[in-house]
Nanobody, 125 residues
Framework: QVQLVESGGGLVQAGGSLRLSCAAS????????MGWFRQAPGKEREFVAA????????YYGDSVKGRFTISRDNAKNTVYLQMNSLKPEDTAVYYC??????????????????WGQGTQVTVSS
């Protein structure tokens, strides 16, 4: 059984930074693409970022490109999301997830099989 636990959310002023962490259980963490998604009240879950198993390839949603950075430490079974220049529209619950090995498109939430419980990020104006 895989468990994903996010941490690092909180309240920050616009222009500030936060670093989210996602700790994963299981010995096969390094074999999977990992992603971050977010969901604001009344909105659909949105792709934020993803990272290949080696960390050599990263992918970002258009709304966060240039501001957010995804990284991973396979020795620690942890994936990170560094969020800079935060905006009020970044306010959401942020989830980390593990992509199914059999799925090719990493931008769709339905292609991820394990999810964390989420961590709230609130950006005040």
């Amino acid at each position: 059984q895989v468990q994903l636990v996010e941490s690092g959310g909180g309240l920050v002023q616009a222009g500030g930074s936060l670093r989210l962490s996602c700790a994963a259980s299981g010995r096969t963490f390094s074999s999977y693409v990992m992603g971050w998604f977010r969901q604001a009240p009344g909105k659909e879950r949105e792709f934020v970022a993803a990272i290949s198993w080696s960390g050599g390839n990263t992918y970002y949603g258009d709304s966060v490109k240039g501001r957010f950075t995804i990284s991973r430490d396979n020795a620690k079974n942890t994936v990170y999301l560094q969020m800079n220049s935060l905006k009020p529209e970044d306010t959401a619950v942020y989830y980390c997830a593990r992509k199914r090995a059999s799925s090719s498109n990493l931008y769709y939430a339905q292609n991820y099989d394990y999810w964390g419980q989420g961590t709230q990020v609130t950006v005040s104006s």
